[in-house]
């Protein structure tokens, strides 16, 4: 069985997280605004959160990074990213039921948001439990997904 463990992400760990985003996203990302390196840069710059971000290891090895706050009302999943090398091997799937379990305890739900281009996580949180709550985004490009019971009706779009 592969150790998991997560441990806090430093400044140092910049330009691992990058090239992470690179090749865990690069593709989902080019399929929707195209990749533009400066661009990509520039917004990890603005999104990189080292007092919030943890790195991945498995056997002691960095796989990935996570990114998860605690709501008032929820459990959000921001981001999980896994080096594709690393994928398909349970890591995503033990971080994620763990998470779900904390939610449960906490009598909150989970809520993540997933491109809608990437069908494989798509497939991965249904399979663990959440659901589809609603499209955001321009011209709706995330999914919002959450182990909120579904609301009757159409799902909402926003």
């Known amino acids: ?30 399929a929707i605004w195209g990749w533009d390196e400066q661009i990509q840069r520039d917004f990890h710059a603005r999104a990189f959160t080292p007092d919030r971000w943890q790195i991945i290891t498995a056997d002691g090895t960095e796989v990935g ?16 990213e896994l080096h594709p090398d690393h994928q398909g091997r349970g890591i995503g799937s033990q971080l994620i039921r763990s998470l779900l379990h904390q939610a449960r305890q906490q009598g909150q739900d989970l809520t993540l948001d997933v491109l809608v281009v990437n069908q494989r996580a798509q497939a991965l ?26 609301q009757p009706g159409p799902i909402h779009r926003s």
């Open 125 to 150: 949180y249904r399979r663990l439990g959440l659901h589809e709550v609603t499209r955001h985004g321009e011209n709706d490009i995330k999914i919002r997904m959450s182990t909120k019971p579904p």
């Open 1 to 30: 069985m592969t150790a998991i463990d997560l441990r806090p992400t430093t400044s140092a760990d910049s330009e691992y997280c990058f090239q992470l985003h690179k090749a865990a996203m690069g593709a989902y990302i080019t």
């Open 65 to 80: 990074m996570l990114d998860v706050e605690h709501r008032p009302t929820d459990i959000y999943l921001a981001r999980i």
